[in-house]
């Protein structure tokens, strides 16, 4: 039987207790964010939503992303009185507990970490294109802030789901006029905020976010919404129910003191003794395409020159033509970084997510939720713009997420320093989990293509803009956390450690030197995180100093990965960018910031 408007309101009463009570044990947390919404999470989860209570999956059935993070006590709170969770609320924030201060996975219902706000809603519609590629059925429905509206990525996903007809997507902004340190941009000027998704091609009502009946007519007619992603805007109160706390500035972040304050603050709340329990409620399921294990076939000769971005692309497209799990992601560079490739394949697996690189990171997180493994891909430079999504990609601890990044270093030549990535290596390094590739020709570009659908988490790989030549065999094998040494012998007394465009610069370096009779080793550093630490420490004994070449600033990438796996064994001398570089040809470029071949000729004789 469905629930009243009464039992569901009263049910929004007891959440309300639950997110005081458990913040006051916790001594922090969000109370009155979490008391704001507490209809539409009665109405969401015990009336609007279908879904299986033993079941966290989402497996044909509706998903819910909080995306006002802070407001997690009342998720658990929710998810217990629905018997998705058994834990202790009042273990909220423990080091011992599931129930942390902001979403993570940790609780399988949560998709994806949410609490740096603005990035739900892009995860959101990431799951709903998914959705959409297989006619999977399902609503995803996110709930956001008033505040985190101000957001621009909330309007990158907002066009994105609009663009590309995304109904089964519902939006619900809890407009509570109030922000952590002052009141919100429009406080509760809710006509603001349905105007602004109307005209970004959203249907669009706004509703009293207290009133039960209200809330539940507006997101039945959402569901019936044909051709439009669908927003309640609801006009709420910030610790809606109890009076010292409704609307109040002061008390974002801010728990109620135990005793006698809380007492009060529940006594004002009134009878909230309800239970409601939530039958299992699914969609039919479709019949998906089994999932095939990823692998690539290069068809390269030896010596031939191809940039590791084309390369890219032919692997991708093979990918997508017998893959399908895979699917692929751009941001209007398609046909630089050739992704184009894997649309012409199959289109309909591909995202054209245009010049919003936020949005396109928190799509790609989102797809891969639902069983997919998405390739996103642009210009390396851009990637640090949409930083704080991989961050928190990081924390949501995805199946699969592959980013690529290309043009990257000052061998992209005429396009100037904006266009130029010299941090990429760096900031991928240091995000927890993440495997880093940077492959040097067609054959291992095209190999790591492989290896990064295979591989768990988060993987970048770093392709460049010039040609290069093929160096290794069509059946050349790539692992993580391996290296290629592709010079070598006894005499050695130097290594030089390459990665990418350098490495053909080093293999130049290493014919010459050997005319003057300097032995070297040369090695492919192409999985940068994790790296090859036996090679790296046994090559530095035996060869005694260690040089590192890159085409990446000297800050955070090859140079102080190799310098930490070797320390202590061999003195280690970097050559890297260390100017803001201009426009010119790669050659000229190279040459300036010391990192061709000649550059690396001089290193070595003064080493040896």
Known sequence: MAASDAQLARMAQKLRRHSLESTTEAGSGHPTSCMSMAELMSVLFFSEMRFDPADPSGSDADVFVLSKGHAAPILWATLKEAGAIEDDLLTLRRLDSRLEGHPTPLVPWVRVATGSLGQGLCATVGMAWARRTEGAPGRVFALMGDG?????????????????????????????????????????????????????????????????????EALAAGRNAKGKPFALVARTLKGKGVSFLEDKEGWHGKPVKKGEELQKAVAELGDTDITLPVEARRYSPITERAPVPPAVAPA??????????????????????????????????????????????????????????????????????EGKIPFASTFACFLSRAYDFIRMAAISRPSHLVLCGSHAGVSIGEDGASQMALEDLAMMRAITG?????????????????????????????????????????????????SKTVRSSDKDRVTIVAAGVTVEEALTAHERLAAEGIATRVIDLYSVKPVDVDTLQRAASETKAVLTVEDHSVHGGIGDAVAAAVSGRAPVTMLGVREIPRSGKPAELMAM?????????????ALA
């Open 148 to 216: 985190e509206v101000a957001e621009g990525s909330v309007w990158e996903a907002a066009a994105f789901a609009s663009f590309n007809g995304l109904d089964n997507v519902t939006a619900i902004v809890d407009v509570n006029r109030l922000g952590q340190s002052g009141p919100t941009m429009y406080q509760h000027d809710t006509a603001v905020y349905e105007a602004r998704f109307r005209s970004f091609g959203w249907e669009a009502v706004t509703v009293d976010g207290h009133d039960v009946k209200a809330v539940r």
């Open 300 to 369: 390269y000769k030896m010596g031939q020159e191809v940039a590791t971005r084309e390369a890219y692309g032919t692997a991708l497209a093979h990918l997508g033509a017998h893959c399908p799990q895979v699917v692929a992601l751009d941001g209007d560079t398609k046909n630089s970084t050739f992704a184009e490739r894997f649309k012409a394949v199959d289109p309909h697996r591909f995202a054209e997510a245009y010049i919003a690189e936020q949005n396109m990171v928190g799509v790609a997180l989102g797809v891969s939720t």
């Open 593 to 605: 910031h010391g990192i061709d071949a000649d550059a690396i000729v001089r290193a070595v004789r």
């Open 434 to 482: 993440a495997t880093v590739l940077y492959p040097s020709e067609a054959v291992s570009a095209e190999r790591l293509v492989e290896l990064a659908a295979r591989t768990k988490g988060i993987v970048y790989i770093r392709t460049s803009r010039p040609k290069t030549k093929v160096i290794y065999a069509n059946d050349e094998q790539f692992v993580v956390g391996g």
